[in-house]
């Protein structure tokens, strides 16, 4: 493992081998502990050669932390509509050049050997919402059979593999998901499945039909999670680990993460504002700009306006994830959890 990672942890999505308008320095100073690849779209740009000729993905990206890649598995959910389902993996129509290939346990592996990531996660299958139960139970079953072949693949020395509970809404099938994970034995085990349209109580409930049956002494993860208020509920719940692709897409979209709701700063109430985009804060943005100049900036199509905006978007969550842990060193975790709730979820326009 390249470094200690302290949890609760949010782990920033860099699904090409780069945190959107982020450099590795940037990333230090917001304090991002853990950064994410994705096997799938790595696999196809710039592919396992050239990434075994640079020594790994975290000599290619020039990333000296930890580093977590997907399997791929959340494509087989992304581009239903460019693949087609086998019993040993998936066929893809690459959705850059239309190329036909192939990607399953073993598959997905080898290129996560290749990546030399710090964590592997096993091939699955991430399950749509609604779903109906007799494709949520054939679906189990074969990421059972994918995570039991993930395991026995070769992987890069010290690197971890993490399993994937799936089952959807129904809580005996991710009970008897986790039960079975288990029974192989994995470094870490993530709640998959969840963040993909489901109601929150959905989603918590999905948490509490896996957590249970996870050993507590190993990480638990809820992967494509990123709002402050759920993340502190999943914690409450055992959870350690969170992914989102939520501080870089919304900061291209002109939106800022504050402690008091997501502000719109393309807003034209901002265009005079001269304070920092969120008060307090001591991220490089807010340290050096107002909301009119990031706005201007923003308005007028400027690289540099989504560079700001997704700096102090990165430091907003790692700075939150910061205070949780805080919070529960201190004994003041429940206090803490109800305060952000009233906080966070009074979003502005």
């Not at 993930?150 to 008897?176: M, T, W």
């Not at 990480?219 to 719940?237: I, K, S, T």
């Not at 201007?296 to 700001?308: F, K, N, P, Y």
């Not at 939150?320 to 305060?339: C, H, L, N, P, Y």
């Amino acid at each position: 493992m390249h470094g200690t990672v302290e949890t609760p942890v949010f782990m920033d999505v860099g699904t090409l081998g780069s945190v959107k308008a982020l450099e590795p320095r940037d990333l230090v100073e917001t304090g991002a502990q853990v950064v994410l690849g994705n096997t799938y779209h790595l696999m196809l740009r710039p592919g396992k050669d050239v990434i075994a000729a640079a020594g790994g993905l975290h000599d290619f990206m020039r990333w000296d932390g930890p580093i977590l890649t997907d399997s791929g598995g959340f494509q087989v959910f992304s581009l239903a509509k460019m693949r087609r389902m086998t019993e040993k993996g998936c066929w893809f129509s690459s959705h850059i050049d239309g190329h036909e290939f192939f990607l399953g346990p073993e598959e997905s592996m080898e290129m996560q050997r290749v990546l030399a990531s710090d964590i592997a996660m096993v091939f699955d299958e991430c399950l749509p919402y609604p779903c109906e139960r007799s494709r949520a139970e054939k679906s189990v079953e074969q990421t059972i059979k994918w995570a039991v072949a993930s395991k026995a693949a070769a992987h890069a020395p010290g690197q971890l593999v993490f399993g994937i509970v799936q089952g959807g809404v129904y809580d005996d099938l991710r009970r008897h998901c986790a039960e079975e994970l288990v029974k192989t034995g994995f470094d870490g085990y993530a709640v998959g499945g969840v963040s993909v349209g489901e109601p929150e109580e959905e989603m918590y409930r999905a948490v509490d039909a896996s957590v249970p049956f996870l050993p507590e002494d190993a990480p638990r993860y809820v992967m494509g999670l990123g709002v402050m208020h759920q993340m502190a509920e999943c914690v409450a719940r055992g959870i350690d680990m969170f992914d989102c692709v939520i501080p870089t897409r919304i900061a291209r979209h002109g939106t800022a993460i504050t402690r008091k709701g997501n502000v719109a700063i393309k807003a034209a109430k901002w265009a005079f504002d001269q304070s920092p985009v969120e008060e307090g804060c001591e991220c490089y943005c807010c340290r050096n700009f107002t909301r009119s100049y990031v706005r201007h900036l923003l308005v007028c199509g400027e690289i540099l306006g989504l560079r700001l905006l997704t700096i102090h978007n990165v430091h907003a969550l790692n700075r939150f994830m910061r205070e949780m842990r805080s919070a529960i060193a201190d004994g003041v975790f429940a206090d803490w959890k109800t305060q952000i709730r009233k906080e966070t979820t009074n979003e502005r326009n």
